[in-house]
């Protein structure tokens, strides 16, 4: 399997960091390390800033090469340069799943969480992204979203085909909005996940009390989130709330996000 750390060079986030060692113990890949630049910054002609950025990345590629070291993680290098969402982009065509920092920014001014960057990485991504949480220890229980639609299954799907050592993990299907009404799919993804897993449970909300049963949720620690079509359902409609502006600030937990 093919995990993508993406950083810049301002520095290196330990909670990230920590989740991709993490998962790619578990996979026993490597983890790549993607530092990305942007390439402005070497249009500016003062010699010393450039210098400086260049000695940033050299420091955080150091670092990042000795978390792995000490996690026993086999780990590779990419350090691009030019515009980072592109870059980032060509990266994730050719990667199994891509965990991100949500503060990680390019502007010296975001205030936003997750920042205008990530927002666009999870809307465009071609695999699946991994949102670290503030501290990270380890993986012991699953939260499926599923609201009915074909995107929450998929993103089901694909959490478990890149994962099945979770096979052996205490899994709650977490239902809202038609698919708390439709007996028929409850039973077909029941028998679906009966295959691959061993320990499943439903909780079944509707409305805003399955928003506030959601937020419960992530504020759980040791759990994994997986959810589907980022900008076009549930974490979207979760992120316009109000009270649920800065929400992935306050995860405990990793989140899973998958779109076609």
């Not at 805003?208 to 409609?237: F, H, P, Q, W």
């Not at 979760?238 to 779109?259: E, T």
Request: glycine share 6%.
């Amino acid at each position: 399997m093919k995990i993508l750390l993406a950083t810049n060079s301002t520095g290196i986030n330990a909670a990230s960091t920590d989740l991709a060692c993490y998962l790619a113990n578990l996979t026993r890949s490597t983890l790549t390390g993607v530092f990305l630049e942007e390439e402005d910054g070497y249009l500016i002609p003062e010699i010393l800033t450039v210098k400086n950025e260049q000695n940033n990345c050299d420091h955080c590629i150091s670092r990042f090469k000795e978390a792995c070291i000490a996690r026993e993680t086999k780990h590779i290098i990419h350090r691009d340069k030019g515009v980072p969402l592109e870059e980032l982009l060509i990266e994730s065509r050719f990667a199994d799943v891509l965990v991100i920092d949500p503060l990680l920014s390019f502007s010296k001014y975001n205030l936003e969480n997750p920042s205008g960057f990530v927002k666009k990485v999870l809307k465009y991504a071609e695999c699946p992204v991994m949102i670290a949480p503030e501290q990270f220890n380890e993986i012991t229980d699953l939260v499926f979203t599923y609201d009915g639609e074909e995107s929450s299954m998929f993103a089901i799907k694909q959490f478990t085909y890149l994962f099945p050592q979770f096979s052996g993990s205490g899994v709650t299907i977490l239902e809202g909005n038609n698919a708390g009404n439709n007996n028929t799919q409850k039973h077909s993804i029941h028998e679906w996940l009966q295959d691959h897993y061993t320990n499943v449970t439903f909780k079944t909300k509707t409305g805003d009390s399955y928003i506030s049963l959601l937020e419960g949720t992530l504020e759980e620690e040791k759990g994994l989130i997986v959810m589907g079509a980022y900008g076009r359902n549930l974490l979207s409609t979760l992120l316009r709330q109000s009270h649920s502006d800065n929400l992935i600030k306050s995860v405990q937990s990793p989140l899973f996000i998958a779109h076609k």
